[in-house]
């Protein structure tokens, strides 16, 4: 317990930090106008796409760092890191030429408004620049996670926050004799924060004297542990796209329902992070600590770490339902003023509906992405994400909006119901125990 909270509360203020920028650019943004804040929500739908995908490759890495770390071997674990740097700068790339030549085709996916479009347009145009440097640290610093340093990616996460809060608010209100930029400011900022993470993830690796990113791993060819990641690293990729891309339809099917519905919904959203902030910290910590157990192959120490983990993160989940109902007042007054009236009324119901979802998520996360992905079983968090959200979650609300023709309201209240329709199998799974496998090789 104590090493769990060791590693889940630096994880917890990464994820606060991270909810933080989020925050501040909604609030700036909220002094801009709502279009804006739609504009920006709608295009970081397509960023979180490519997120996803890092989220995926860092599981890959984090599982088999992990493994690779328990068992001591330091060499492969670096071997794993430069594989996987590479791999990262290959996807970042791809999304960087769609984003920067294609901005309008991207924005019209997610909403038909004119002015949304332009402005999400030029949002997209400017925060393409931010993929590389946001792939290499994702990947740096889960890598360093995973073997139990977790100051510097707190430190980084901390420097980032200021140094993105700083440039947003320059560019926003043109501070310091510089240009008013709106929304594209709040993009600039993102690309100089993430430039900063990158260069705190080099001084760090220079001077490190455990693991190190190192210009040779990064382009040494090794078969075994290519597929050993693919094996890992692709299911846990297609799952997450594949969650990303029914939120991304969530998103669009209420965009084209109605602005209002998208500014409440963005949000909503930020809102909900916050009260998950602790739940998803130790969800994150139990795949470095089931990882770590099997690459010992400490078999029953990893299943009963599992049990504990699950327990946790339930408990604590439903201490963040508290606390995001605690401030669901101050947040409705707070945007009483910037947001339309019937905005307004979407938001204080949708807040309170993003509250069961959460626990769900909490649960679901900790399961499929902590205890299963640890024991290098990816493949079945890929299987039922996609026939549940696909197949029943996303056809479901598009059927409430447009088939059925539900009020605004029933239609949100369809879409948070995803993470409880795929709960029984994940269970079933998980009480089978087939997911506790040592994955690592000896290469000596």
């Known amino acids: 317990l104590k090493y769990a909270s060791t590693l889940a509360f630096p994880i917890m203020l990464q994820n606060l930090i991270g909810t933080l920028v989020n925050i501040a650019d909604t609030v700036m943004l909220g002094y801009v106008s709502q279009t804006a804040m739609s504009a920006s929500s709608l295009a970081n739908q397509y960023t979180f796409i490519l ?103 707190s430190v980084t996460y901390i420097v980032s926050l200021c140094v993105n809060v700083l440039c947003n608010a320059s560019f926003i209100f043109g501070l310091f004799g510089l240009p008013k930029l709106g929304v594209t400011g709040v993009a600039l900022g993102t690309v100089i924060a993430r430039i900063s993470e990158v260069l705190i993830c080099l001084i760090y690796s220079l001077r490190s004297s455990d693991v190190r990113f190192r210009i040779k791993y990064f382009f040494t060819k090794s078969d075994i542990l290519f597929q050993d990641f693919i094996k890992i690293a692709t299911p846990a990729v297609i799952n997450d796209v594949v969650w990303s891309f029914a939120n991304s339809a969530f998103a669009a099917i209420l965009g084209h329902i109605s602005d209002d519905m998208v500014a409440a919904n963005a949000v909503a959203v930020m809102v909900v992070n916050i009260g998950a902030i602790a739940c998803r910290g130790f969800a994150n910590a139990t795949t470095i600590i089931v990882s770590q157990e099997l690459g010992k192959d400490r078999i029953d120490t990893a299943r009963e ?140």
Not at 127 to 144: D, N, P
Not at 332 to 344: G, Q, S, V, W
Not at 393 to 422: N, R
Request: glycine fraction near 8%.
């Open 51 to 153: 997120f996803c995908l890092y989220y995926g490759m860092a599981t890959g890495t984090s599982v088999l760092c992990a493994q690779y770390w328990g068992k001591g071997d330091k060499k492969t674990v670096e071997t794993i890191l430069g594989l996987a740097e590479r791999i990262s700068l290959i996807i970042s790339l791809l999304f960087f030429v769609i984003s920067f030549t294609m901005p309008t085709a991207i924005m019209k996916i997610f909403t038909n408004s004119p002015d949304t479009i332009a402005a999400g347009s030029e949002y997209l145009k400017v925060i393409s620049f931010s993929f590389v440097f946001m792939g290499f640290s994702q990947i740096f610093m889960s890598a360093l996670r995973s073997i139990g340093k977790i100051m510097l990616p």
């Open 305 to 444: 770490y599992g049990k504990r983990m699950l327990r946790i993160t339930f408990i604590v989940s439903l201490i963040g339902c508290v606390v995001i109902l605690a401030i669901r007042p101050m947040i409705l007054d707070f945007y009483r003023d910037k947001l339309t009236e019937t905005a307004i009324y979407y938001l204080g119901i949708f807040i309170i509906m993003t509250t069961w979802r959460f626990v769900g998520e909490g649960i679901n996360t900790c399961l499929i992405c902590g205890c299963f992905r640890g024991g290098g079983d990816a493949r079945f968090g890929m299987i039922v994400d996609t026939i549940f959200m696909w197949l029943v979650a996303v056809p479901l609300t598009f059927l409430a909006a447009y088939v059925f023709k539900l009020p605004p309201v029933w239609v949100y209240f369809v879409m948070t119901l995803d993470e409880f329709e795929k709960m029984p199998v994940v269970f079933i799974h998980y009480f089978r125990n087939k997911w506790l496998t040592n994955i690592t090789r000896d290469f000596e």
